[in-house]
């Protein structure tokens, strides 16, 4: 298998050029679907392959189910401003060095839980907004560009089922 395709095993996120309700609903499904998913995934792996790195040089796989609670939560945050300011400049994070704090090796379950709980709320946000909610913007001061709503759902849906398949991946060449 290439490096790209162990890298993004499910290709790169597209985003649509306007909004679609179709895909939407389908995103929002992706959104929905994704706690149990990761927490059938890693239902019974062991503390000693959670240590274990995804790929020579990548987070282990303890970290990487961290931050994706930790990037939900934040696209969650990012949503609610979208919602209430008109156009605002959200708040960056640095990945990295959330990845290396003092929680690293905090249970996985924890992680799990949380992503639930900020999926469960934000989902049912989702289902109660419309066409002109998905089309709000906030503006990301790293790219400085604005961004729809309905695109970011789009790369949270993307982004969940990426690394899900990262950690499938890993798991099957652990074994």
Known sequence: MNTDAIIYPIGTFKPISSFNPSQVHQWIQDIASLPKALESLCDSVSS???????????????????HIA?????SY????????????????????????LADVDAPIELSIAHLSAVHGKWVYLLNKMNESDFSKQFQH?????????????GAYAWHGKHHLAQLEFALKSFK
């Open 48 to 66: 000693e392959l959670l240590s274990r790195p995804l790929r020579p040089g990548a987070w282990t796989l303890r970290q990487l189910i961290h």
């Open 70 to 74: 930790d990037s939900h939560h934040h």
């Open 77 to 100: 945050t990012r949503f609610k401003w979208a919602l209430t300011e008109e156009k605002p400049l959200i708040k960056a994070y640095d990945e990295v060095a959330w990845s290396v």
């Open 141 to 153: 001061p790293e790219s400085m560009n604005y961004q729809y709503l309905y695109n970011t759902l």
